[in-house]
């Protein structure tokens, strides 16, 4: 950001004493504008395309802005958010479906990394088979699940009225809870595989040799993963929740797909919200006004966590 | 030994990975039925978990359907190769940069990349819209390519970074000390070394970029034939009915391309992509 002032950072870096390097070094580039050329176009790339955007976002959400024109109204389109009952309630659900859909991505993702790194024989192929929901498109993932959830076609429907659960079909999308679930259930799906990869690499990085102490010494599989493992995979615990619960507090596209923040606003997010808002109803200073409130809530939330992760590093050390 | 388990452990884990994979793979395992079934009979009731018919007639069928499919198709592919070229083009020099030099603000410029992946999503989609608007490329592959290319950047910057720190610093510093500027040690001994890093990132900059397309087609294109396949696969929920057995063979074909690309590169793509989550 601040790049002119790189250059005047010319001091040379001559640890090593051969006068022979020291001469080349004085007619090529120095380290630090070296760098920051190197960093240079990416760093203007995402300044034009994020940075400045967001403070476009910011600049807009003080102001009455359409397609037509903009009118300043300071603090307007805060204070009608503030007032609004409704609006509490998508902040509250938002935070609802973050911690829901995070806490079952971890739990599921724990139990699936514990048996992908048990010493079976197929377990190369299995955990190859639980990457394509992480790696195909969401759009064409949720496509399956509009399926699934369908009440006179889906297999879930049709399980459930051959068990006798239901009389007749069921349709997971049309009623305000089971709309709400099932987009969990299909988020859940979608970030789990990712979960999973990371604490099981986070698994197979823990020494051996911790194992065969605690074996030797007659600690039983539970006891070793409890005293164990949990504690040496502790930060990637902790770092992968974070990001998942960023990803899932963004998570548009799933719930926009399946239910467009539908029925009567189930599963209106604060993201789905903004979108409705700013693309929907071309509102750009509304919408601009909740995307800074999600900026904010974000920072608040990374930094509150990043708070937890450093007493997290210390009482487990830095692995 | 410590890793042997009982007959009834291994029933177990077996059991458990197998509820676990069920979760993972029925939306597939449904599609994939839904796509061989003759479209009457998906629209029988009661539910039957079996057809007589099984057919490929809808993959045959949906390039009719929906004529530009294979057009979208084509779409999702080239946007996702210009992504991923233009995306590597910022990437590499970046990431060189964090590996193996010092400068000023390099720990500051680094959480300011990361701290990109915290707006993806729909927070700058106004601006974005406008700022596309402004830039006359509403409409047109660029409007999708640019902010794909913006919000892969800090990913392949984290992956790339930790995969040059692991080159050995000797051969750079020979070249150096044999006269070799900084750029050209760069092209020439660091980048030839880096290959097998630079096929793992971008690969998985081309999954993230094939995966990404949804918002920013619906949102910044309307132009039907520029369509990526995540927004045209929609084309199928047509004004009288849907033709899901089309929609779900359509959306499998559509995904064959990642899949296999991902099935060649598994094993150095997991390893690299979890390397430095695992370091640190």
Redesign the interface.
Known sequence: ??GE??TE?THA?GQEA?S??AK?KAK??S??V??????G???L??A???A???A??IR?SFMEAGLGGEEYVGLANYQDLADSRKFHQTIVRTFYWMFLSVGLKLI?GL??AT??N???PGRGL????????W???????M???L??YNG????L???M??LGITDG?FEFLAYKQSAFYSAVVADV?VG??MVT??F???M??VSRDL??AA?VDGAGRWYRFRRITIPQIM??IV??SL?SA??TF????IIW?LTEGGPRAATTTL??D??KT??GNFK?GE??AR?VI??FL??VF?ILYLQVLKIVNRKYG?K | M??K?TKLQ?VG??A??TV??I??????F??FM?SLRPLEH??R?????WSEDFSFQAYSDMWETVPLLGRYIFNSVFIAFSVTFLTM???V??A???AR??????NA?LA??LG????????????????LRTMGLLNTYWAMI??G???L??TG?WLLRSYLEKIPKELEEAA??D?A??MYTLRRVVLPLATPGLIVVGTAVF?GA??????FAI?FNQQRELQP???G?FEFIGYQDVT?NQ??AA?LT??LP??LI??FL?KYL?AG??AG??K?
């Open positions: 950001m601040r002032k790189m950072a870096t051969e022979s390097v080349k090529t580039l380290e630090p070296f760098a920051w050329l190197l960093i176009p990416a760093m790339f995402i034009v395309i994020v400045w955007p967001l476009e976002t807009l599921l139990i699936g048996l992908l048990a010493a079976v299995f955990r190859v088979l639980v990457m394509p929901p790696i195909i498109p969401m759009a064409i993932g496509i399956g699940w399926w699934l006179y076609f889906g297999v429907s049709g399980t009225m051959s079909p799906w789990t595989p990869l990371f099981l690499a986070a197979q990085g194992y065969e074996w930060p990637v770092s992968m990001l960023i990803f963004n998570s548009f596209e797909i993201i789905v903004t979108y700013a693309i750009f919408g601009s995307a999600i900026v974000l920072g990374s830095t | 410590m890793d388990y291994m884990i077996y458990a990975i676990f994979l979760f993972i793979l029925l939306p597939f449904e599609m839904a998906l629209f009731s009661p539910y039957q978990f083009i910022f990437v020099p970046a060189y940069a964090y030099l010092e400068f000023p603000f390099k410029t300011i990349f990109v992946n915290m707006f993806t999503g729909a927070v700058l989609l106004i601006p974005l819209y406008r700022v640019v902010p290319v913006a919000f950047i800090p910057i150096f000390v006269g500027s900084r999954i094939y995966a990404q397309q949804f918002l949102t396949l995540p927004a696969l899901w929609m779900m959306a559509g995904i990642v899949l991902f099935l598994q997991v992509l979890t989550a695992v640190e």
